[in-house]
């Protein structure tokens, strides 16, 4: 498989984008209880083709991890959603996407992996951290350790955790646990540091530990953003919070402050779910109903293109 993986440099770090899967996946309305079929359609002219697929009414979202690589060590920031596990919705379950034949070709195997950490433990940001081994599943990067917040991993060892996976399958049973029986996991800080250039900041709301990953290096700014941003959508609608968010005002509040702080600064930010090229940066717009912002996608380089 050739490298088609696309790559970004901050300062020292490289930043490498992983994609398990991209296409139309969930109806507007599926995902924010305010996206009315109206809403929607007027703002059709920026949305289509890439980010909303008109035919089937869904909005466009990847699956994929960020390989970052700093001071040496090689870190995977969020795992998709893996390969042969038992899932309710049936876009994931038993799935085959031979994401680690692509982690491969952006040249990265899984004992190369250090440091291995989640956004959040939502089942499309866990999956490849195990992987089916002679009907047992193994840690798929054997020589990591793994990093979970320790509010993230609490509040799924609750009762209200453990009833909230039954939407999805209990992917903490399979994707997570064996992590913990192999030895291989840390609990930590949703304000970890992991090197000089790299930062957990906590970011509560879609679920209570909820973290995006900072990369500051040389003067230039980058943010993993994780679930505070599913779809552009949020950014012209920043009050929208999803159906699957843990506590919807908490979500909308961090939304609001992270959107302000990083149009000013500039920051290059990663949203887990936003399709090719995904990275972009804040824009303050004006529209009649107030204050809102653009995201204007970068797309910096591609590996394996002319
Ligand atoms: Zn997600």
Redesign the pocket.
Known sequence: MTDTARRFHIGTVEITLVVEACGPLLRPAELYPEATPECIAAQRGWLEPSLYDAASDRLVLAMQGFVLRSGGKTILVDSCVGDCKQRVRPDFDGMRWHWLDRLDAAGVAPQDVDIVLSTHL?V??VGWHTRLVDGRWEPTFPRARYLFVDAEFAYWNSDAGRQALERTGDYVADSVRPVFDAGLADLVSPDHRIDDAITLVHTPGHTPGHVCVAIDSQGEHALITG?VLHHPLQCRFPLWSTRFCFDAEQARATRLGLLQQHAQRQTLLFP??FPDPTAGRLRCVDTPDGPCYAYDFVADGLAGAA
């Open positions: 939502h499309d940001h679930d887990a779910h």
